[in-house]
């Protein structure tokens, strides 16, 4: 068994946590409001907006044990800048103030999230922050190309409100095949690391989600 097998056999509790909060699961059954989308596309700008300084950080905070995986590291930025603008452009296709949400501040949750993310590279293990790529890209590939179907078949949005969700559902399926490959070279001590933040990262992403507006009751409009 691989090291991303064991990873994700140790995290089982933890990512059913995560789908079992009721958003989610009504998302997934079509029952969603606009404003819940809506409110989900501006705290996930407010987390994703700091991608790319966070790997940046991340490069040059690597110990020498772990300088080989400064190149991967180049690599994420490469393929993550920008893409906090593509959750704004899917803001404003859904009718939504795009820029009221570039000049607001973040919920709680996802600034707590993003505050420990920098605590980690700054003042822990950097290998941790491994952990965080593990949980939200792989509940990007388990949910994010379904969540964008159903929200639209319930809202009746363009294709073009759903460019994050579609296009990070299908680039993170490639992201997680690279990341075990990376996981699989780190030594036990840095992989146990990684495993002590993946459950930490599973809390703190879904309590972003258990902030969020809920959906209707079912059987209502969902628009």
């Known amino acids: ?15 059913l946590e995560l789908l079992a909060i009721p958003i989610i ?6 029952r969603v409001q606009l404003a819940g989308y809506q409110a989900f596309l501006s705290q996930a700008y407010h987390h994703v907006r700091h991608t790319t300084p966070l790997l940046m950080s991340l490069g040059g905070r690597l110990p020498e044990r ?3 995986l400064r190149r991967a590291v180049a690599e994420y930025i490469e393929e993550e800048i920008g893409h906090e603008e593509w959750i704004l452009n899917d803001i404003a296709a859904t009718g939504g103030d795009a820029q009221a ?16 993310a920098y605590d980690l590279i700054q003042r822990g293990n950097p290998a941790g922050f491994f952990g965080m790529v593990f949980v939200l890209e792989g509940t990007s590939v388990a949910l994010a190309l379904m969540a964008a ?3 639209q078949q319930a809202l009746g949005l363009p294709d073009n409100a759903f460019s994050y969700l579609r296009s990070h559902g299908t680039l993170d399926q490639e992201h997680t095949q690279h ?7 780190m030594t036990p001590e840095d992989q146990q690391e990684v495993l002590r933040c993946a459950r930490i990262f599973y809390k703190l992403y879904g309590d972003i989600f258990r902030a969020l507006p809920g959906a209707t009751p079912e059987g209502t409009p969902c628009n």
Not at 1 to 15: G, H, I, K, V
Not at 101 to 116: D, G
Not at 179 to 185: D, F, G, I, P
Request: with cysteine; glycine share 2%; hydrophobic share 40%.
């Open 1 to 15: 068994m691989t090291f991303y097998d064991q990873l994700t056999a140790n995290t089982s509790t933890e990512r």
């Open 25 to 30: 699961a009504d998302c997934l059954h079509g």
């Open 66 to 68: 772990l300088s080989w």
């Open 101 to 116: 949400v570039r000049a607001s501040q973040p919920e709680l949750p996802a600034e707590v999230m993003v505050a420990y």
């Open 149 to 151: 179907d159903r929200i």
């Open 179 to 185: 990341l075990a490959t990376l996981l699989e070279k």
